[in-house]
């Protein structure tokens, strides 16, 4: 069996370090391998306008937001294929045919929608689009036969969800030749990169709460971000004993640092163990590690905006990428949905058994 990887982002804004270390970076990761023979990157655009169903150019402009993040990134047109979601038309009839092997009361169930109704205020109208959005994200991973899919694990439901519907629909209509691939999710190893706090120390990124570094930030951006970042509240004087836990700045060094990182910027200790271990014991000080973690920022960001840059002088060029990356997903997709067609007996007609045998019924009457 191939190895085919499917992921993807909604484009409601800029991608940022969140993204990179949770996702974005690991695909790049997968994608130079060599382990697997077709990767799939989705900017997910009819997801997004189910709970943007108001502000269609929100999602309409950052579609070039995200796609110059993923080039700029290191995702390569060559070696992976980068497609919109809206333009695979054949997404939308596998997502219907998709409805009839899921229950109400089994999407209620569902806890990363229920946690997703709760952050948007749906709970006393939610859109039938969004309620529904697990079937539609079945669809995009079964469309490309994909066996793997990169998630964070607040989004295992949602492979739970696709299983499900792949073993149910193989149960019913290919029980002896299966045409649905069940996928299994990829959780990123490290934990400090399953989600990525907010610079003020909440939870979660978040544009609406300003709390982002994004991909497409100026070295100045980055640098006052870093510099104004949350740490411990306990940690008044350079002597004072610091605390590690709930300290953003040594969750992203647990994200990014790495030991030659201390041989160029930070020679006084050899790995972050040693830092660690100064920092709890007490004597070093916020402003010294907050330096650190910018210039491994900047490190890791550096090339990335670099290639922004030259990109962003051919913007047609990014859309003819997105244009021959569609292409190819979709001939993929009609691929797929005639073989579900075929297995559910509504290939009426390509079936010329049927029709051969409807005629001598009819001729014998």
């Known amino acids: 069996m191939s190895n085919i990887i499917l ?17 974005l970076r690991r695909r790049v990761e997968l994608q130079n391998s060599g382990e697997y023979d077709k990767i799939y990157i989705m900017i997910a655009d009819a997801q997004a ?69 709760q952050l948007r205020n749906f709970e006393a109208s939610i859109p039938v689009g969004f309620f529904t959005y ?19 694990e607040d989004q295992l439901p949602m492979i739970e969800q696709t299983k499900e519907i792949v073993h149910k ?20 190893e490290a934990e400090a990169c399953k989600r990525l706090p907010g610079t003020d120390g909440k939870a979660k990124m978040s544009k609406s709460l300003g709390n982002c570094i994004y991909l497409a930030d100026s070295a100045d951006e980055v640098r006052t971000k870093i510099m104004s970042m949350y740490t411990d509240p306990l940690h008044l004087q350079v002597s004072d004993p610091g605390h590690l836990e709930g300290n953003t700045v040594f969750t992203y060094l647990d994200a990014f640092a790495r030991d030659e990182h201390f041989e160029r910027y930070c020679p006084d200790y050899a790995n972050l163990d040693e830092m660690k271990a100064h920092y709890t014991k007490g004597g070093l000080g916020d402003v010294k590690v907050k330096k650190f973690l910018n210039n491994v920022i900047q490190e890791e960001l550096e090339p990335i905006r670099v290639r922004r840059a030259a990109y962003e002088k051919d913007i047609p060029e990014i859309y003819n990428i997105l244009k021959r990356g569609s292409d190819a997903a979709r001939e993929v ?12 007996k509504i290939d009426y007609f390509e079936d010329m058994e049927l029709i051969r045998e409807q005629s001598a019924r009819y001729k014998g009457l």
């Open 7 to 23: 992921t993807g982002d909604r484009p409601t804004g800029r991608l940022h370090i969140g993204h990179y270390v949770g996702s």
């Open 49 to 117: 306008l189910t709970d943007n169903m108001d502000n269609p150019e929100k999602v309409r402009q950052n579609i070039i937001e995200v796609a110059l993040d993923y080039v700029s990134a290191g995702l390569d047109p060559a070696k992976s294929t980068l497609f919109i979601q809206s333009q695979i038309s054949e997404l939308t009839e596998l997502t219907f045919y998709y409805m009839n092997l899921v229950t109400v009361s089994r999407l209620q169930r569902n806890p990363t929608v229920k946690s997703e109704i």
């Open 134 to 152: 697990p079937i539609s994200q079945a669809a995009d991973i079964t469309f490309c036969k994909a066996n793997v899919v990169p998630v964070g």
């Open 169 to 188: 629909f193989n149960a019913i209509y290919a029980p002896d030749t299966p045409v649905l691939v069940e996928p299994k999710a990829l959780i990123p």
């Open 333 to 344: 997709a009609a691929q797929t949905l005639s073989e579900v067609k075929q297995a559910m």
